[in-house]
């Protein structure tokens, strides 16, 4: 069996999509610890980077539903990819105001949801905001936490796409030599 297509076998189990889906938990898990526990006030982009990680976790629950059928894979994979391509962007779009901050270009201490999904009114201990953006509060192994959400992303993607492909394959599949 090859690569691809046992990445293929485990993308059609339950087992895959609630990995994903923890993982995402787990994320999101974190950052209400940091902002709860450690007291890290979060800013507007770290709320928007919050809100890109529950679109990964409502990707993995569209393909628990039924990941043996196609098209809840292909929607699954397509809100997760999505979700993780507008994190990438927007972790990238925070690491530049922290790397290189402007007092004439801050950030809202609001986040501007639709009017229809005001998050912020509805859940404000998870998506209330109240710092800069261009704040460096936390660190691990000197990437601050949008760098490490860019890590984050940028992981995600690499798994999608490689399920991406796996799902072209037949049993035979494609192999690497």
Known sequence: MTLLSSIKQFSKRRSSWALLLFCALLIDGTALYF????????????????????????GALIGLINPKNSFFVWLGMIVWGISAAKGLSLSIEHVGMQLHPNIFAT??????????????????????????????????????????????????LVALVLVFVSQFTRKTGLTFR
Not at 110 to 117: A, D, N, R, V
Not at 146 to 154: G, H, R, S
């Open 35 to 58: 902002q709860h526990v450690m007291q890290l006030t979060p800013c507007v982009m770290c709320i928007y980077e919050r809100v890109a990680v529950l679109g990964i976790a409502l």
């Open 107 to 156: 950030c809202s201490l609001i986040p501007e949801f639709p009017s229809w999904l005001p998050l912020h009114q509805w859940f404000p201990w998870m998506f209330s905001a109240g710092a800069q953006c261009s704040d460096i509060k936390w660190q691990f192994l000197t990437l601050s936490m949008p760098q490490w959400l860019i890590v984050i992303f940028a992981g995600n």
